[in-house]
């Protein structure tokens, strides 16, 4: 019997996006909290005394802006080499060679795949537990080609790892790196697939294992709920057992709030507090990072709108007071809708009204939405990639922020209104 570790995505040192400092939001284990899931991962190790670990890409956000990076790896590597525990790493397309100006030597006991073409782990404590190691490094950041084809054949009578870097097709809205099917993978032989890439967790099959672990913290709030790694054992037979081990420090959620039963701020304000006590209980001493985002009709839409800001901050207070420096709200969005009865006769019959009912209907014009959004397209395309991340799907017509963004459009106009009757 033997037991691994599959991490991959660490992003180390990666910088949490969309953050607003102020009194009583949890910056300092923000801003730490890529290093603290590294040193949880290497406690995990030492605690359920496995053999080896193996990282599947993108250990590093990028290139590092100077040496502390790399030194508070080796350092956490250094703890992992008394307890004689092997690492072997492929590096991903953050991470890829052609990024990475500054590097440091690597201990004895950590193995970078190379880049260029796939190779077998060496080293032989591997050997001796009866396991094989396959995996290639990017060379750039942009690999395109499918690798999996030239991958060592499995070494019979071992249990043969492959450590891959890689969007498998059907996962849609990533980078198309390295892209394979679930066909080219069983045909190797191997027995687990550890990729990374995709940073939400996912077993995309048994037999062979083909597994997503994930990153191991999340950076915004495109990435929601428990961030880890698998510990895998694998029986005398070569069964594998799998648990998904938890190692982030600070957990991002949406905190989505229905405003139809309420009538006004004070009750708004009951309402959330509630609601984070909830939140509390589900992740039980998390700091988490939520963005709150207000939908439904709203009686008080308009009271809502005329002072957001003020609305904001009321609730980051209502935060502080639930858990003090616990809860960081990033973003409240108001994503509310003003009763029917209460926008038509402000419209009237102008070109603002025009608008209002072309952004309401929308929702059911099927083919003029998705004009709209391939109008949308070449914006995408120039957007940079950090940007992009914490966006997510905005180009297809039915997910969740599609649906936001109209709510939102008829706050926007509501919102202009109002700035232009107050002047
Ligand atoms: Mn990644």
Redesign the pocket.
């Known amino acids: 019997m033997f037991r691994f570790i599959h991490a991959?995505?660490l992003?180390l040192d990666s910088p949490l996006l969309g953050l607003e400092r102020y009194a009583g939001a949890p910056v300092e284990a923000m801003r730490s909290a890529t290093r603290r899931a590294l040193e949880n991962l290497v406690q995990l190790a030492l605690d359920r005394r496995v053999d080896f670990l193996v990282i599947a890409?993108?250990l590093y956000d990028g290139d590092w802006k100077d040496y502390h990076t790399g030194l508070f790896f080796s350092q956490q590597m250094g703890r992992l080499a008394a307890a004689e525990i092997p690492v072997v790493m492929i590096a991903?397309?953050?991470d890829a060679a052609s990024r990475m100006t500054r590097s440091l030597r690597l201990p004895e006991h950590v193995e970078l795949l190379p880049p260029g073409r796939a190779a077998t782990a060496q080293n032989p404590r591997l050997r001796s537990l009866g396991v094989a190691v396959h995996g290639r490094s990017f060379a750039e950041a942009a690999e395109t080609q499918n690798m999996v084809p030239e991958y060592p054949a499995a070494v019979p009578g071992v249990y043969n790892i492959g450590l891959l870097?890689s969007s498998l097709v059907g996962t849609e809205g990533h980078d198309p790196y390295a892209p394979c099917s679930l066909d080219d993978l069983r045909s190797k032989n191997y027995d687990y697939w550890a990729l990374?890439?995709i940073?939400l967790r996912a077993i995309m099959s048994q037999d062979p294992w083909v597994v997503y672990s994930g990153?191991t913290q999340g950076r915004h709030v495109r990435e929601c709920g428990a961030k880890g790694c698998y510990l895998v054992t694998v029986n005398d037979l070569g069964v594998a057992t799998l648990e998904f081990e938890p190692l982030d420090v600070i957990r991002w959620e949406v905190c989505r709030l229905a405003v139809d039963e309420l009538e006004s701020l004070e009750e708004l304000y009951t309402a959330f507090a509630q609601q984070l006590r909830h939140w509390r209980k589900q992740h039980p001493g998390f700091p988490l990072a939520l963005r709150v985002v207000l939908s439904g009709v709203c009686s008080f839409q308009e009271t809502l709108l005329a002072d957001e800001e003020r609305v904001t901050q009321e609730l980051r207070a209502v935060a502080n007071d639930v858990a003090p420096g616990e809860l960081w709200l990033e973003k409240v969005q108001i994503r509310s809708t003003a009763p029917a009865a209460d926008v038509s006769p402000r419209l009237g019959e102008g070109p603002v009204a025009a608008i209002h009912e072309y952004v309401q209907q929308l929702p059911n014009r099927s083919e003029e939405l998705a004009l709209l959004l391939t109008e949308l397209a070449d914006l995408k395309r120039k957007l940079p990639h950090e940007v992009l991340e914490s966006l997510g799907d905005f180009l297809r017509a039915d997910s969740p922020e599609v649906t936001d963004w109209l709510a939102g459009a008829e706050a926007t106009i509501l919102r202009q209104m109002g700035a232009r009757q107050a002047e």
């Open positions: 991959a995505d992003h890409g993108d991903g397309n953050h870097h990374g890439h940073h990153n």
